[in-house]
């Protein structure tokens, strides 16, 4: 995945237009996590709806394998069970409904949600509704993952809980993954390198390096130190 | 206990209406004929159980189907409006504008049409309970999270699969709370549409039967006979209450939840 000198205006009203995103670039490679930190409104939603090609950008380029959007809220539809979302892609590909639940099964059982295949969504805890969701996208069939914010509505222990399980389910499912958070700590736990974002308009101030043996701890000193240095980085952005 | 409170207060609220009712008549000055006492319908009921019966056999004909008829054709209505902008410019006028037809207007055409039967009637019913059906559609079609369609889209999804898969069960509740809007209006319009049209035969259905009470001063009969509809306009809001539960599951499971 690489993104090239980007620029993203918005029109709003009679204001003069609102610049999300200005002349920015990034890349992934293959398997590769690529965490984007930022503050809240610096562009991050939109840069993935550009790589999901769900909008076009004003200038610059965009290169990738067509990419699947996990976004921050479920979105699980609540008249089909569990199974049934998350093989919604499948059957999105005209994939017969008992060849889609199988697959889904099999997936189900390798990320140890067997027993949860028949809950609807209504009866699924926050953390178990984002990892039918995190199936949901992992089946569509892309190479390429964007996941929005997608832990930012849990409490603290749910979203521990569900770093270890996202590190884990990549580890058998390896994707590439663009992950947009604004919580510096879980950018640090989970990527392989950190891309630091400045406020409105969205531009690249630093890079950071992760390259730390999976699963990490928040509190290895190593994860303490890079997790300072993109926070500093977000400082000298202008934000803190 | 719990069964018990749920019922009480219903059959509370009926016997203090009763008694209201009742102690007005014996202590006023109100006429039998005008107004019968409730003991006295109660009678006319138990007298007349037979041809009452009989009588609301084509009623609940025309009311079952014709509430049947308005949710099929309200639903389709709804869906085209969503989906063409075009036909929901052309459309959603003439649907509101068909509420204000006056049904003796047309009924003598609707009969020249069809004759005695019950097509007259049905056509009736659907044009006072449709419209109910095609609001509460389009209305839930439109609260779909666009959020969702976006994510359809990044799954490939065709339009036709974003509505199969995140509109169509979305607006099939809509539909049908729209059909239990159309129910309360749909019992009355079966009334106007048996006294707005002619019908052969011995028993033309409970509408009919309270107006020739009415005119042969039979008042307790009439009570009697608009009981039933009472009764029977209940019953159906309630079935269609249980069949929206059955359908549509998630929806009075959500309703629940706090968001």
Redesign the interface.
């Known amino acids: 995945m690489r993104v090239a000198g980007v620029s993203r205006a918005y029109a709003s009203g009679k204001d003069a237009p609102v610049q999300a995103l200005a002349e920015i670039s990034l890349h992934a490679d293959a398997d590769e996590l690529l965490a984007v930190v930022g503050p809240s409104g610096c562009g991050k939603t939109t840069l993935l709806?550009l790589i999901?090609?769900?909008q076009a950008p004003d200038t610059g380029t965009i290169e990738c394998r067509p990419?699947?959007?996990m976004?921050q809220?479920d979105?699980l539809?609540?008249?089909l069970s569990a199974l049934d979302n998350a093989g919604?892609?499948l059957?999105?590909?005209h994939v017969t409904r008992a060849r889609a639940r199988e697959r889904t099964a099999e997936l189900f059982a390798e990320l140890g949600l067997a027993g949860f295949e028949r809950a609807?969504p209504?009866e699924l805890s926050g953390g178990m509704r984002q990892r039918v969701a995190f199936v949901?996208t992992l089946l569509?069939g892309k190479s390429l993952l964007c996941l929005d914010e997608p832990f930012g509505a849990l409490d603290a222990i749910t979203r521990a809980e569900m770093h270890a399980w996202l590190v884990e389910a990549l580890r058998r499912e390896p994707r590439t993954v663009v992950l947009v958070t604004h919580d510096v700590e879980e950018a640090v736990v989970l990527a392989d390198r950190v891309a630091v974002l400045s406020p409105r308009p969205g531009r690249v101030v630093a890079e950071v390096e992760v390259g730390l043996e999976r699963p990490r701890s928040r509190t290895d000193p190593q994860v303490v130190a890079l997790r300072e240095q993109a926070l500093t980085a977000l400082g000298q952005g202008g934000v803190l | 206990m719990r069964r018990l409170g749920s019922v009480l207060p219903p059959v509370l609220l009926l016997i203090a209406l009763l008694g209201v009712w009742e102690a007005y008549v014996q202590l006023g000055s109100v006429n039998r004929l005008v107004l019968p006492a409730p003991h006295e319908v109660a009678v006319a009921l138990w007298k007349n159980a037979g041809l009452l019966s009989l009588n609301l056999a084509p009623t609940a004909e025309e009311v079952g189907l014709g509430i049947m008829l308005a949710l099929a054709l309200g639903f389709m209505l709804g869906v085209l409006i969503h989906l063409s902008g075009a036909l929901r410019r052309a459309v959603y006028p003439l649907a509101v504008g068909s509420q204000a037809v006056p049904v003796a207007l047309i009924a003598v055409l609707l009969v020249f049409w069809w004759g005695f039967g019950v097509l007259p009637k049905l056509f009736v019913i659907v044009l006072i309970c449709f419209f109910p059906v095609v609001v509460t559609t389009v209305d839930g079609l439109a609260a779909v999270?666009p959020?969702?369609l976006?994510?359809?889209?990044?799954?490939?999804?065709?339009r036709w699969?974003a509505f199969r898969?995140?509109e169509l069960?979305a607006a099939l509740p809509a539909a049908i709370s729209g059909a239990r809007i159309a129910l309360a209006v749909g019992v009355i319009g079966a009334y106007i549409a048996e006294t707005s049209t002619a019908t052969s035969g011995p028993y033309p259905g409970l509408g009919r039967e309270i107006v020739a009470d009415i005119n042969a001063l039979q008042t307790s009969r009439a009570y009697a006979a608009a009981l039933v509809l009472f009764v029977f306009a209940i019953a159906c809001f309630y079935t269609l209450a249980l069949a929206e539960r059955r359908l549509?599951p998630?929806?009075h499971?959500?309703r629940g939840?706090l968001r």
Do not use: V
């Open positions: 709806e999901c090609g769900l990419a699947a959007l976004p809220r979105l539809l609540p008249w919604l892609a059957r999105i590909a609807r209504y949901r569509s | 999270d959020e969702q976006k994510l359809l889209r990044t799954l490939d999804a065709s699969q898969f995140a069960p549509a998630w929806a499971r959500s939840e």
